[in-house]
């Protein structure tokens, strides 16, 4: 019953939030509204007994949402909303296409006859998808950790004005090198 | 609480975030809608997981893989975003069309 | 030593006490500091600063600049506090844990980021160009401890082959993991520093800033600002114990005891290396955190895997 | 409810140029009595102007009282006769004041632009596309990196903690790096310094210290200066001091490579480090570098220091410089 209470609450606050965001004028709030809706939606996951998977969510968007405020300052206009504003196009059409979508689907999932439940979970739910992630399913931990490594690379050339040969000269003798604000290791 | 309550939820944050991915202009925007449908996915996976198969860890594994995607999309998302607005102080995609030219 | 348990449910209620009594007494151990480089008597009235200061910020005003989000400032004023005593429910004080999660050191990870959106939002929200400098400071200098402090944890939840904080204090019966993994203790200890943004890591509230984040708040806010920061250190400084000096085990006294006194000496610790240090710089630290730490911590968290695994 | 008499005030204190005795007056009976010296107007219940201020900075200091947040007190000192006293019925009227004046707990006001220490005034700003709220919106401009952000003004001086006296700063900044930097004077010059060289130095020392983030060594600056003031300075202590100083890695960190003057500047030449170095030399024991006043020559360098640096480096610069306008015949420019 309890978790009944708490699954309903934190389904609407997800999906309000979630609304809000695209709501609001303010884009920091936008942002944390977004937060919001992230962890609205992992508790959920920690009734379902993935308190590992829950909590490494609530972990990683809270960092993730911080990051994304700086870029919202950094990038938008009007960041703190003080003037009412919209920027949105073709909302009209967006809002027929989301709502079918919902109609569609969710009519999908209450008339769909789902399979039964096949099993029980394991003692240690964090501890099966540790062995999983490194025995059968090892293609998966493998494409993770190179698409993270790529995302790091690519991200970085994308985002970065200035690359070695700026920095440390033609031939790469420079030293120290040439940056605005030197760091802390004395290079 | 019912598999049907875990996949409704799912399908309004998918429907949530599908009409602020379709409707916004502004880059950051458009993430956050794409945010919000891969939150979808996330609920969607573990409710799977649990209602369906919970002696397999592969729902598990999906919601693993969805948090990835969410990291990688925001990364590279920021990243083009950066490099687009260097290249001519752009963050709405109906400006970033005129690269085209 | 008894295995550490789960508590009962109201055992959850000993939590704030314990933690703001840990507080009280390191805000007093470095008002006591500060008297003794001014050259004045430690008397009783510098030991209660901490309280008379509270009761000053009770009775002071609340102030908001035109223009701010409020809302946000206020979320983010409460959150901070709230973030600590979140963080050391795992904590096992003695050989009772108010809630021993079978993932508590990812618990106390979360919850000790929380502050990260917190800061940042108390920051914003007023409105402050200096608040807005402080709560971005504190992100560049999460980002940039973060990484260590993770390994550190890692190695730890590696060394006791789980996650659970109660099954890390047991792996430690025979030996400390402090004595196997000086490193991963150390960047933990600086973490702890960084991540209650004091000490030489108190950019975003630094003087130069007028006090950053803290700068446009007063009274009620300004002290749950202060307070969740002596909190999330008492709350480190107490994980700390449980992680890496064998929590409660120790001769004659009560295991609960030896955590507190265990969990003052490394709070005593961290406010005394606070009082010697300058503030690091971020633009400096980043370097650091990333090409020094990173590394380092890995290592120990390398040889750790291989002792496990022979 | 009588917390406030109970508590130690917080005080904000306001130099003032040629109010150098009564700042150093105020300063040590603050240390005595264990008062502490706030970071900001919020974090005050107690303004101290330490001097007679020009009709400019006596209306920035208004400006400032008018942020504070009851129950508050201030204190005009414009001679060093009768400091304590001053500062004892400020202190009483701190604590007589109900907590709550007027019954409102959370005072919202609507300053003019301007009114915020760090808010800069209206002049400044050239192109603005409107106005919320009376404040200016940012606008943007080319950054180090190649990017257009927003900047936002910034006002630094005349009333702001570990600042030097009369000094005004006017930044451009975007997020906290500095684009555009102004400087100007305030205020009329007192008369030249007449006190131990090496109180000079220990005084301008604990400036940089605390800008630094050095609390506790702050602290001891400030309590060596007035030992040195008072004539009952230990040599011993003041070289542990020296020594301690000399030693740490942490203040070399914040203070390496910051500022860095050519050769022309005499004593000034070198980074924050190496003027750091010259005072420490000073406090243990050695005469100072004889030279002309190089306020003049600072106040010329100073934007181009300030220019491409972050806001800590900006404090920093300012702090390791500390151009003497107390006693300088520097006039008001800008």
Same mark, same amino acid.
């Not at chain 3, 939590?15 to 151990?29: C, E, M, R």
């Not at chain 3, 502050?115 to 200098?141: D, E, I, K």
């Given at each position: 019953?309890?978790?009944?209470?708490?699954?309903?609450?934190?389904?609407?606050?997800?999906?309000?939030?979630?609304?809000?965001?695209?709501?609001?004028?303010?884009?920091?709030?936008?942002?944390?509204?977004?937060?919001?809706?992230?962890?609205?939606?992992?508790?959920?996951?920690?009734?379902?007994?993935?308190?590992?998977?829950?909590?490494?969510?609530?972990?990683?968007?809270?960092?993730?949402?911080?990051?994304?405020?700086?870029?919202?300052?950094?990038?938008?206009?009007? /960041?703190?909303?003080?003037?009412?504003?919209?920027?949105?196009?073709?909302?009209?059409?967006?809002?027929?296409?989301?709502?079918?979508?919902?109609?569609?689907?969710?009519?999908?999932?209450?008339?769909?006859?789902?399979?039964?439940?096949?099993?029980? /979970? /394991?003692?240690?739910?964090?501890?099966?998808?540790?062995?999983?992630?490194?025995?059968?399913?090892?293609?998966?931990?493998?494409?993770?950790?190179?698409?993270?490594?790529?995302?790091?690379?690519?991200?970085?050339?994308?985002?970065? /004005?200035?690359?070695?040969?700026?920095?440390?000269?033609?031939?790469?003798?420079?030293?120290?090198?040439?940056?605005?604000?030197?760091?802390?290791?004395?290079? | 609480?019912?598999?049907?309550?875990?996949?409704?939820?799912?399908?309004?944050?998918?429907?949530?975030?599908?009409?602020?991915?379709?409707?916004?202009?502004?880059?950051?925007?458009?993430?956050?809608?794409?945010?919000?449908?891969?939150?979808?996915?996330?609920?969607?996976?573990?409710?799977?997981?649990?209602?369906?198969?919970?002696?397999?860890?592969? *729902?598990?594994?999906?919601?693993?893989?969805?948090?990835?995607?969410?990291?990688?999309?925001?990364?590279? *998302?920021?990243?083009?975003?950066?490099?687009?607005?260097?290249? *001519?102080?752009?963050?709405?995609?109906?400006?970033?069309?005129?690269?085209?030219? | 030593?008894?295995?550490?348990?789960?508590?009962?449910?109201?055992?959850?209620?000993?939590?704030?006490?314990?933690?703001?009594?840990?507080?009280?007494?390191?805000?007093?151990?470095?008002?006591?500091?500060?008297?003794?480089? =001014?050259?004045?008597?430690?008397?009783?009235?510098?030991?209660?600063? $901490?309280?008379?200061?509270?009761?000053?910020?009770?009775?002071?005003?609340?102030?908001?600049?035109?223009?701010?989000?409020?809302?946000?400032?206020?979320?983010?004023?409460?959150?901070? $506090?709230?973030?600590?005593?979140?963080?050391?429910?795992?904590?096992?004080?003695?050989?009772?844990?108010?809630?021993?999660?079978?993932?508590?050191?990812?618990?106390?990870?979360?919850?000790?980021?929380?502050?990260?959106?917190?800061?940042?939002?108390?920051?914003?929200?007023?409105?402050?160009?200096?608040?807005?400098?402080?709560?971005?400071?504190?992100?560049?200098?999460?980002?940039?401890?973060?990484?260590?402090?993770?390994?550190?944890?890692?190695?730890?939840?590696?060394?006791?082959?789980?996650?659970?904080?109660?099954?890390?204090?047991?792996?430690?019966?025979?030996?400390?993991?402090?004595?196997?993994?000086?490193?991963?203790?150390?960047?933990?200890?600086?973490?702890?520093?960084?991540?209650?943004?004091?000490?030489?890591?108190?950019?975003?509230?630094?003087?130069?800033?007028?006090?950053?984040?803290?700068?446009?708040?007063?009274?009620?806010?300004?002290?749950?600002?202060?307070?969740?920061?002596?909190?999330?250190?008492?709350?480190?400084?107490?994980?700390?114990?449980?992680?890496?000096?064998?929590?409660?085990?120790?001769?004659?006294?009560?295991?609960?005891?030896?955590?507190?006194?265990?969990?003052?000496?490394?709070?005593?610790?961290?406010?005394?290396?606070?009082?010697?240090?300058?503030?690091?710089?971020? =633009?400096?630290?980043?370097?650091?955190?990333?090409?020094?730490?990173?590394?380092?911590?890995?290592?120990?968290?390398?040889?750790?895997?291989?002792?496990?695994?022979? | 409810?009588?917390?406030?008499?109970?508590?130690?005030?917080?005080?904000?204190?306001?130099?003032?140029?040629?109010?150098?005795?009564?700042?150093?007056?105020?300063?040590?009976?603050?240390?005595?009595?264990?008062?502490?010296?706030?970071?900001?107007?919020?974090?005050?219940?107690?303004?101290?102007? +330490?001097?007679?201020?020009?009709?400019?900075?006596?209306?920035?200091?208004?400006?400032?009282?008018?942020?504070?947040?009851?129950?508050?007190?201030?204190?005009?000192?414009?001679?060093?006769?009768?400091?304590?006293?001053?500062?004892?019925?400020?202190?009483?009227?701190?604590?007589?004041?109900?907590?709550?004046?007027?019954?409102?707990?959370?005072?919202?006001?609507?300053?003019?632009?301007?009114?915020?220490?760090?808010?800069?005034?209206?002049?400044?700003?050239?192109?603005?596309?409107?106005?919320?709220?009376?404040?200016?919106?940012?606008?943007?401009?080319?950054?180090?990196?190649?990017?257009?952000?927003?900047?936002?003004?910034?006002?630094?001086?005349?009333?702001?903690?570990?600042?030097?006296?009369?000094?005004?700063?006017?930044?451009?900044?975007?997020?906290?790096?500095?684009?555009?930097?102004?400087?100007?004077?305030?205020?009329?010059?007192?008369?030249?310094?007449?006190?131990?060289?090496? %109180?000079?130095?220990?005084?301008?020392?604990?400036?940089?210290?605390?800008?630094?983030? %050095?609390?506790?060594?702050?602290?001891?600056?400030?309590?060596?200066?007035?030992?040195?003031?008072?004539?009952?300075?230990?040599?011993?202590?003041?070289?542990?001091?020296?020594?301690?100083?000399?030693?740490? #890695?942490?203040?070399? #960190?914040?203070?390496?490579?910051?500022?860095?003057?050519?050769?022309?500047?005499?004593?000034?030449?070198?980074?924050?480090?190496?003027? +750091?170095?010259?005072?420490?030399?000073?406090?243990?024991?050695?005469?100072?570098?004889?030279?002309?006043?190089?306020?003049?020559?600072?106040?010329?360098?100073?934007?181009?220091?300030?220019?491409?640096?972050?806001?800590?480096?900006?404090?920093?610069?300012?702090?390791?410089?500390?151009?003497?306008?107390?006693?300088?015949?520097?006039?008001?420019?800008?």
């Amino acid at each position: 019953m309890a978790e009944a209470v708490i699954f309903w609450v934190c389904a609407a606050g997800a999906v309000a939030t979630g609304v809000a965001v695209f709501r609001v004028d303010s884009m920091a709030r936008a942002t944390f509204a977004l937060l919001a809706s992230f962890v609205f939606a992992a508790t959920p996951l920690l009734l379902l007994g993935l308190s590992y998977l829950g909590v490494l969510v609530i972990l990683m968007m809270i960092m993730e949402m911080v990051v994304m405020a700086i870029f919202m300052i950094m990038l938008m206009m009007n /960041p703190a909303g003080l003037m009412p504003m919209s920027m949105v196009h073709n909302r009209r059409g967006s809002l027929a296409i989301a709502v079918g979508t919902f109609v569609v689907l969710g009519a999908g999932v209450l008339l769909v006859d789902w399979p039964q439940r096949a099993g029980t /979970p /394991p003692e240690d739910v964090t501890f099966a998808l540790g062995e999983a992630l490194m025995g059968s399913h090892m293609l998966v931990m493998l494409v993770i950790g190179l698409g993270l490594f790529a995302t790091i690379v690519s991200a970085v050339v994308l985002a970065h /004005p200035r690359g070695r040969y700026d920095r440390f000269g033609d031939d790469l003798r420079g030293r120290p090198a040439d940056d605005p604000i030197r760091g802390g290791v004395g290079r | 609480m019912t598999l049907q309550a875990f996949l409704l939820l799912a399908v309004a944050l998918l429907a949530v975030g599908l009409y602020g991915a379709l409707s916004q202009q502004s880059i950051v925007m458009i993430m956050m809608g794409l945010e919000l449908m891969v939150n979808a996915v996330i609920v969607a996976g573990a409710a799977f997981w649990f209602f369906v198969s919970p002696a397999q860890p592969d *729902g598990q594994v999906v919601v693993l893989v969805a948090v990835t995607l969410m990291a990688v999309e925001m990364a590279m *998302g920021f990243a083009v975003a950066i490099a687009i607005f260097r290249s *001519g102080e752009i963050d709405m995609t109906d400006m970033a069309a005129e690269l085209r030219d | 030593m008894t295995p550490v348990g789960q508590g009962a449910v109201w055992t959850v209620l000993l939590v704030p006490i314990l933690l703001g009594g840990l507080a009280l007494g390191g805000a007093s151990f470095a008002r006591v500091l500060d008297a003794r480089a =001014d050259g004045r008597r430690v008397t009783g009235a510098v030991l209660a600063a $901490p309280l008379s200061a509270t009761g000053r910020l009770l009775v002071q005003q609340r102030r908001a600049v035109v223009a701010s989000d409020r809302l946000l400032a206020r979320t983010g004023v409460v959150l901070v $506090p709230v973030a600590a005593v979140l963080a050391a429910l795992v904590v096992p004080w003695g050989n009772v844990a108010a809630s021993d999660l079978s993932v508590g050191i990812v618990w106390f990870n979360a919850m000790e980021v929380v502050t990260w959106a917190a800061l940042w939002m108390a920051g914003w929200g007023t409105n402050s160009v200096w608040g807005l400098v402080g709560g971005y400071r504190f992100v560049v200098q999460g980002l940039s401890y973060e990484l260590p402090h993770m390994f550190a944890l890692i190695t730890v939840a590696t060394g006791a082959g789980s996650l659970r904080v109660s099954d890390v204090v047991a792996a430690q019966d025979g030996l400390w993991f402090v004595v196997w993994m000086p490193v991963a203790f150390a960047a933990f200890l600086i973490s702890a520093l960084a991540l209650s943004f004091a000490g030489p890591f108190d950019t975003a509230t630094g003087r130069d800033v007028a006090g950053g984040v803290l700068a446009e708040h007063s009274g009620v806010d300004r002290l749950l600002l202060l307070a969740g920061r002596w909190l999330l250190l008492a709350a480190a400084a107490a994980m700390a114990v449980a992680l890496f000096l064998g929590g409660g085990s120790g001769p004659l006294l009560p295991t609960w005891l030896w955590t507190v006194l265990k969990s003052a000496a490394v709070l005593g610790l961290l406010v005394w290396l606070r009082s010697r240090t300058a503030t690091l710089r971020m =633009d400096r630290f980043v370097e650091v955190g990333w090409m020094v730490l990173i590394p380092l911590t890995l290592l120990q968290a390398l040889v750790v895997a291989v002792v496990v695994l022979r | 409810m009588d917390l406030m008499r109970w508590s130690t005030p917080r005080v904000l204190v306001v130099p003032v140029r040629a109010g150098r005795a009564v700042r150093l007056d105020v300063e040590r009976l603050m240390r005595e009595r264990g008062w502490e010296s706030a970071a900001s107007p919020a974090d005050a219940d107690l303004l101290v102007v +330490c001097g007679t201020p020009d009709a400019d900075t006596g209306a920035a200091v208004d400006r400032v009282w008018n942020l504070l947040g009851s129950p508050r007190a201030r204190a005009d000192i414009p001679v060093r006769h009768g400091v304590a006293e001053r500062l004892d019925r400020a202190r009483a009227e701190l604590g007589d004041r109900p907590g709550r004046p007027s019954g409102r707990t959370s005072g919202r006001r609507r300053p003019a632009p301007g009114d915020r220490p760090d808010d800069s005034d209206d002049d400044t700003r050239t192109d603005h596309d409107g106005d919320v709220a009376g404040l200016p919106m940012a606008e943007r401009a080319p950054d180090r990196d190649g990017l257009t952000l927003d900047r936002l003004h910034l006002t630094l001086g005349p009333v702001l903690p570990d600042w030097p006296a009369g000094l005004v700063v006017r930044l451009a900044v975007q997020g906290d790096v500095v684009q555009t930097a102004a400087v100007e004077v305030w205020g009329e010059p007192g008369g030249r310094w007449d006190g131990p060289p090496a %109180a000079a130095a220990l005084d301008s020392l604990a400036r940089l210290l605390s800008v630094c983030g %050095a609390a506790t060594a702050t602290r001891r600056a400030r309590r060596l200066r007035d030992e040195v003031l008072a004539g009952s300075a230990d040599p011993a202590a003041l070289n542990r001091f020296a020594r301690r100083l000399r030693r740490s #890695w942490t203040l070399r #960190w914040a203070t390496d490579g910051v500022g860095r003057l050519d050769g022309r500047h005499g004593d000034l030449t070198g980074d924050a480090t190496q003027r +750091c170095r010259r005072w420490l030399d000073v406090v243990a024991g050695s005469p100072p570098v004889p030279g002309e006043d190089r306020t003049a020559a600072v106040l010329t360098a100073l934007p181009g220091l300030l220019e491409g640096q972050e806001l800590a480096t900006v404090r920093v610069v300012v702090a390791s410089l500390d151009p003497d306008l107390e006693s300088s015949g520097t006039g008001a420019t800008s």
